[in-house]
């Protein structure tokens, strides 16, 4: 009896341990038939690319390449059919960014549209920022026509880095310029335009599309190449523009020696080291008089336009923020002036990319950005345009202008003035 009984006692507990093994096995097969998916399933989507309306002469949108841009810098691209819908599968919904871009020669560009005046091609583009896309549908994407532009703005560089002792330095920031046409240009009364860049834009795109009915650009300041001389630009060439000409190099590891600037906007405050050997630039308009530098990065950093005009700048309209009736004043600067354009947005650390909201530029200007990898700046990064496959006709390169800056700038932490990927 005695027996029997320890040996029920060792048995009982073995049959117990099989019995829940068997349910937990049931019940593991069973949650593996369970479709969990309705919150993570992959999506197809449509998108439609149309043609500009000065195309009058119709055009193939076969094999033109649509890119789709996630928050986390994922992009997913696919070509055109013979109708112009390019095709996705496997995506996951969220919010992206949709962009084309294609070029045209000159042949082509008058072919299409009928005009034979434009003789450096042109760029068929299109964006969409923050879209939606959560199930099977088809998405329009509407293209605007621009002119290939001879000169472009090819490089900024506004970060700052860390100084020897490890301080904030912004001594070393500059804007370079290239010239990616055939013929010499002589940029002498080039006006350089720095965007109004608040935190809570003064005009949000839907601001100026009410009051200015999208014919301006709100610039903090203007600065003009001098006209005293003529300054003349070859193909393949670039100008560099700085607030201190020297070589920065000396003091910050990650900076530049830019002795060989062209321009320097001179600090009337004294507080900037000038070179007295580079000519200066001249201020036409400042939205803040205690500052009388380049201001790349307060309140943020700005977005650059580069334009042309006979009229007297100065005499422009002084405009207060949307609403206001007091408070700073921005220059409106009329759109059809402006030569060049790139948005350039705040860094946005919870999408890893930058912050839309905040955009200034039509698309026509810019329909993407570029912003560099931090919040605060100081990383020693320049955004500078790709080269892009094609050739002027003496051999010198072209950078890439696709009026999207998503597209056509990377960034870089050892490039150097008058350097171009090749």
């Excluded at 532009?149 to 700052?160: D, E, F, H, N, P």
């Excluded at 006979?310 to 002036?337: C, E, H, M």
Aim: proline share 3%; glycine share 6%; aromatic share 8%.
């Amino acid at each position: 009896m005695k027996i029997e009984k320890m040996n029920s006692q060792k048995t009982f507990p073995l049959e117990k341990i099989r019995i829940i093994s068997c349910i937990i096995l049931l019940v593991m097969t069973f949650a593996s038939c369970v479709d969990y998916s309705d919150e993570a399933t992959a999506i197809s989507a449509k998108v439609q690319v149309t043609v500009p309306e000065e195309f009058t002469n119709g055009s193939s949108l076969e094999g033109k390449t649509v890119s789709l841009l996630n928050a986390a810098g994922n992009k997913f691209t696919a070509k055109t059919d013979a109708n112009g819908v390019a095709s996705f599968s496997n995506l996951v919904p969220d919010v992206y960014t949709l962009s084309t871009s294609w070029e045209l020669t000159p042949a082509e560009y008058a072919a299409l549209t009928g005009d034979n005046v434009v003789n450096e091609g042109a760029v068929v583009s299109g964006n969409i920022n923050n879209q939606l896309i959560k199930s099977q549908e088809t998405i329009t994407l509407s293209t605007s026509l621009a002119i290939n532009r001879s000169l472009v703005i090819s490089k900024v560089y506004y970060a700052g880095s860390k100084d020897n002792k490890g301080k904030n330095y912004l001594a070393g920031q500059f804007i370079e310029l290239y010239n990616q046409s055939d013929k010499t240009i002589d940029v002498a009364g080039l006006y350089i335009g720095l965007l109004e860049s608040n935190a809570t834009p003064a005009y949000t795109l839907d601001n100026l599309k009410e009051k200015f009915n999208d014919s301006i650009v709100v610039c903090k300041q203007v600065y003009r190449i001098p006209t005293n001389k003529p300054h003349e630009l070859k193909p393949g060439e670039s100008l560099v523009i700085t607030n201190s000409a020297i070589d920065h190099t000396v003091n910050a590891p990650l900076e530049r020696n830019l002795l060989t600037a062209d321009y320097e906007a001179k600090d009337a405050q004294g507080k900037t080291q000038n070179n007295p050997d580079t000519p200066a630039l001249e201020l036409c308009f400042s939205s803040f008089a205690a500052i009388s530098k380049m201001n790349l990065l307060q309140s943020g950093p700005c977005g650059i336009v580069i334009f042309r005009t006979n009229k007297d700048v100065k005499k422009f309209n002084q405009i207060y923020s949307y609403g206001k009736t007091k408070g700073s004043l921005w220059l409106a600067v009329p759109k059809r002036y402006v030569i060049d354009g790139v948005e350039i947005l705040k860094y946005n650390p919870k999408t890893g990319g930058a912050d839309i909201a905040t955009k200034h530029l039509y698309n026509e200007l810019d329909g993407g950005y570029t912003t560099i990898g931090a919040v605060s700046g100081y990383n020693g990064e320049v955004v500078y345009r790709k080269t892009s496959t094609r050739k002027g006709k003496d051999g010198h390169r072209i950078l890439q202008d696709t009026n999207n800056s998503l597209n056509d700038f990377k960034r870089s932490t050892t490039i150097k003035i008058h350097e171009y990927d090749e």
